[in-house]
C-alpha cells in the first residue's frame, strides 16, 4: 500500500525567497511519485513526475524535486518564489501494482510581498 | 484536443435531492478516477473505472453514491437523496492506461452545494 504525507499544511515565503514544500511517501514497492498545483477554483495541473528515471526532476515554472529513497521523500523546490506561485501543492504516489494514485492533504503557498 | 471535461461546473440541490456529475475523459483514455475535495482536507479517493467496470471503489460512501463509465458517453457520478455534508469540489481525473507512470490528468471541478 501507498501513502503520502504533506509536512506543513500552509507555507509563507516572501516573494523572491526559497520555497520548500515537504513530502514523503510510505511505499511497499518502488513508486511513481508527483507534485500537483491547485490554483484557486479550477483543477489539478501537474508540476513535474518522478518515474525511476534521474531523482532530480525539473518541472514547469521553475520547480524541481529530488526522490531520496533513504528519506522516503520527495520535496518540491523553487530558489526564488514569484506571487503568481501562490496555489495549493499536492504530492502524489503511485506504483504499478493497483493503478491506484495517493495524494497528501496539500499545502497551501502563500508569497509575500 | 479537449481536456477532460466536467460538468456542471457548479450545481445547487435541495437535501433529499438527486446530484448527477458527469465527466468527459481526455480523447484516448479509458480510465477515470473521482476525488472529492473537503475544505482543508485535501483529495480523497471515491472511485476508480474503466469502461463498463469499476476497478476500485474502496472511496466510496456504502449508501447513496454511485458511479459508472458506459461504453459510450461521460462516466456519471449519482449522489442520491444529498445532505449537507456532500456538499464539496467533486474532481474527475483520466489517464490513458494501466500503468501507475501515467499522469492524471484533471478537470476543472464540479462544485456542489446542498442547501
Known amino acids: 500500500a501507498q501513502s503520502v504525507t504533506q509536512l506543513g499544511s500552509h507555507v509563507s515565503v516572501s516573494e523572491g525567497a526559497l520555497v520548500l514544500l515537504r513530502c514523503n511517501y510510505s511505499?511497499?514497492?518502488?513508486?511513481?511519485l508527483f507534485w500537483y498545483v491547485q490554483y484557486p477554483n479550477q483543477g489539478l495541473q501537474l508540476l513535474l513526475k518522478y518515474t525511476s528515471a534521474a531523482t532530480l526532476v525539473k518541472g514547469i515554472n521553475g520547480f524541481e524535486a529530488e526522490f531520496k529513497k533513504s528519506e522516503t521523500s520527495f520535496h518540491l523546490t523553487k530558489p526564488s518564489a514569484h506571487m503568481s506561485d501562490a496555489a495549493e501543492y499536492f504530492c502524489?504516489?503511485?506504483?504499478?501494482?493497483?493503478?491506484?494514485?495517493?495524494f497528501g492533504t496539500g499545502t497551501s503557498l502563500t508569497v509575500i510581498p | 484536443n479537449a481536456g477532460v471535461m466536467q460538468n456542471p461546473r457548479h450545481l445547487v440541490r435541495r437535501r433529499g435531492q438527486e446530484a448527477r456529475l458527469r465527466c468527459s475523459p481526455m480523447?484516448?483514455?479509458?480510465?477515470v478516477y473521482w476525488y472529492r475535495q473537503l475544505p482543508e482536507e485535501g483529495l480523497k479517493f471515491m472511485v476508480y473505472?474503466?469502461?463498463?467496470?469499476?476497478?476500485?471503489e474502496s472511496g466510496m460512501p456504502k449508501e447513496r453514491f454511485s458511479a459508472e463509465f458506459p461504453k459510450e458517453g461521460p462516466s456519471i457520478l449519482r449522489i442520491q437523496q444529498v445532505v449537507r455534508g456532500d456538499s464539496a469540489a467533486y474532481f474527475c481525473?483520466?489517464?490513458?492506461?494501466?500503468?501507475?507512470?501515467?499522469?492524471?490528468?484533471f478537470g476543472a471541478g464540479s462544485r456542489l452545494t446542498v442547501l
Open positions: 502524489a504516489v503511485s506504483a504499478d501494482t493497483g493503478n491506484q494514485f495517493y
Open positions: 481525473a483520466s489517464s490513458p492506461g494501466t500503468s501507475g507512470a501515467n499522469v492524471l490528468t
Open positions: 511505499s511497499s514497492v518502488p513508486p511513481y
Open positions: 480523447k484516448g483514455h479509458s480510465h
Open positions: 473505472l474503466q469502461k463498463e467496470n469499476i476497478i476500485d
